[in-house]
């Protein structure tokens, strides 16, 4: 009798879905003011779209108010300083970042739809 070997799983990525109460707004949103690049759209009119930006990806789901909440993604990335300055310049409310107990610098943006959105690294000491 042989035994098979076994390949555990890897996980490659994580794609969160945010709840949206219009599509188009909310791409917009993360296009211009956010710098992400546009994915794909699907739906007429678009009920669900998705937003890239180097290795990472988000969906935009339309979701009617009833449903409510908002989601929360934690983003990591390389210089977050520079990024938070990329988002100042385009006049864009941000909390500052900080350096955090949790060892890591990051700072928070919530969209039109309340979902927030936290871009961080960690932190040097």
């Known amino acids: 009798m042989t035994t ?4 555990p799983s ?6 969160p879905c945010l709840p949206v109460a219009d599509v188009e707004k909310a791409l917009a ?3 211009d003011q956010l710098g ?8 007429t009119p678009v009920t669900h779209a998705n937003v890239c930006r ?6 935009l789901v339309l979701m009617p108010a009833s449903r409510g909440g ?3 993604a934690y983003i990591q990335l390389s210089d977050v300083n520079a990024y938070y300055l990329e988002l100042k310049g385009r ?3 941000v909390s500052e970042p900080e350096n955090r107990p949790y060892g890591m610098r990051d700072f928070e943006v919530v969209d039109q739809d309340g979902n927030r959105l936290v871009f961080g690294e960690p932190a040097v000491h």
């Open 91 to 93: 006049n864009l409310a």
């Open 54 to 59: 180097d290795a990472i990806s988000m969906d």
């Open 4 to 7: 098979a070997t076994h390949t």
């Open 10 to 15: 890897r996980f490659e990525a994580v794609t």
């Open 29 to 31: 949103f993360y296009v």
């Open 36 to 43: 992400f690049q546009l994915g794909w759209k699907w739906g």
């Open 70 to 72: 908002a989601a929360m």
